[in-house]
């Protein structure tokens, strides 16, 4: 019976919006049929969503990175911190009309338990977003 009880139940799509919608509400965001909040972390926007994929839902969760030069080709290699991560659930696109890459991550619900798991991946994803403008980021060179 303790075994049934140390286990806890995969957090809901619905209970993961009705937690958008609240924070949306706190920090004065307006509401949608489709909750996406939006948090300024450092330098990194974050929007977090549910989606769909298949018959699973994930939560969504892009990191904006701050505008800097377009890629130099469009076969650039993406950032080492994602492999370094193993991030296969991750994309990294540049945004031609903004001028800036974004980072995509997209975690399947049945692998969050509660809303601080929600919260966690909102803040890893703004962390591996700034892991990855730190490593594409032009450096300033040397003062002599």
């Known amino acids: 019976m303790q075994d049934e009880q140390d286990e806890q139940d995969d957090i809901s799509g619905q209970e993961v919006k009705q937690l958008l919608l609240d924070l949306m509400h706190y920090s004065g965001q307006k509401a949608a049929a489709r909750p996406a909040l939006e948090l300024q ?46 991030n296969d659930n991750c994309d990294f696109l540049w945004h031609a009309d903004e001028g800036r890459y974004v980072l995509v991550r997209k975690i399947a619900l049945r692998t969050l338990t509660d809303e601080r798991g929600v919260m966690d991946e909102i803040l890893n994803t703004a962390d591996l977003a700034t892991r990855c403008f730190d490593e594409i980021r032009p450096k300033s060179p040397p003062r002599r």
């Open 41 to 86: 972390i450092g330098d990194i926007l974050t929007r977090t969503s549910v989606e769909p994929a298949g018959i699973d839902l994930y939560l969504s969760v892009t990191g904006l990175l701050p505008p800097c030069d377009a890629p130099m080709t469009a076969s650039m290699a993406p950032p080492a911190a994602l492999s370094e991560e193993g």
